[in-house]
């Protein structure tokens, strides 16, 4: 099995900062692309950021220039740096990872459970 687990998430006033962590974990071969995706409330589940494993990235257009994803090939692990947030980044945050498993022959995509973060004062 593979695992995802989130971290990070809060509260936190507009303008402010949160650094979201993502660690994979269990019977893993290779990662490829790793990402982050919000639902808001009412919302779609949104591509935040993703990145893949040699380190080329892609952001949404309204987190770019505020927002920072990053890799650790060797820990299995994705993060998002979120900086100048504002209430309508307000949403569950997942991570995302697209995972080949020991003795398999392809890949599946993989979730995290999700953590929430607010933006309000």
């Known amino acids: 099995q593979v695992q995802l687990v989130e971290s990070g998430g809060g509260l936190v006033q507009p303008g402010g900062s949160l650094r979201l962590s993502c660690a994979a974990s269990?019977?893993?071969?290779?990662?490829?692309?790793m990402g982050w995706y919000r639902q808001g409330p009412g919302k779609q589940r949104e591509l935040v950021a993703g990145i893949t494993k040699g380190g080329n990235t892609n952001y949404a257009p309204d987190v770019l220039g505020r927002f920072t994803i990053s890799r650790d090939n060797a820990l299995n692990t994705v993060s998002l740096q979120m900086n100048s947030l504002n209430p309508e980044d307000t949403a569950v945050y997942y991570c995302?990872?697209?995972?080949?498993?020991?003795?398999?022959?392809?890949?599946?995509?993989?979730w995290g459970q999700g953590t929430q973060v607010t933006v309000s004062s």
């Open positions: 995302n990872a697209d995972v080949r498993r020991r003795f398999a022959t392809g890949f599946n995509a993989y």
């Open positions: 269990g019977s893993i071969f290779s990662i490829n692309t």
